[in-house]
Nanobody, 126 residues
Framework: QVQLVESGGGLVQVGGSLRLSCAATGRSFTSSRYVMGWFRQAPGQEREFVCAINWSDANTCDTDSVKGRFTISRDNAKNTVYLQMNSLKREDTAVYYC?????????????????WGQGTQVTVSS
């Protein structure tokens, strides 16, 4: 079983930046076997894909609302994935979740992920 713990959320002003971290642990976790993803969910809305990355650093942030502003990276030695968020907007306010799935495919649908963190709140204020 894989455990994921997010950190780095908080309150930030419009135009500011935040970096979220997700640390993966568990006896079955080997970084080369897992794709790591970030999703977010705002109140009353469905969970939305943000970014994903596999062990060889192939990655995507193929969501129009974050393109050019968010980037994903990982440190396999630390079993940690990061989400760098720049030029934050009020509409980026949400709970951000880290997720993991076995394999290499950069899945963008939350149902394709097996393990989830508890989420970290990001609030962007003007």
């Amino acid at each position: 079983q894989v455990q994921l713990v997010e950190s780095g959320g908080g309150l930030v002003q419009v135009g500011g930046s935040l970096r979220l971290s997700c640390a993966a642990t568990g006896r079955s976790f080997t970084s080369s076997r897992y794709v790591m993803g970030w999703f977010r969910q705002a109140p009353g809305q469905e969970r939305e894909f943000v970014c994903a990355i596999n062990w060889s650093d192939a990655n995507t942030c193929d969501t129009d609302s974050v393109k050019g502003r968010f980037t994903i990276s990982r440190d396999n030695a630390k079993n940690t994935v990061y989400l760098q968020m720049n030029s934050l907007k009020r509409e980026d306010t949400a709970v951000y979740y880290c997720a993991a799935r076995q394999g290499l495919t950069l899945a963008t649908i939350y149902a394709n992920y097996d393990s989830w963190g508890q989420g970290t709140q990001v609030t962007v204020s003007s």
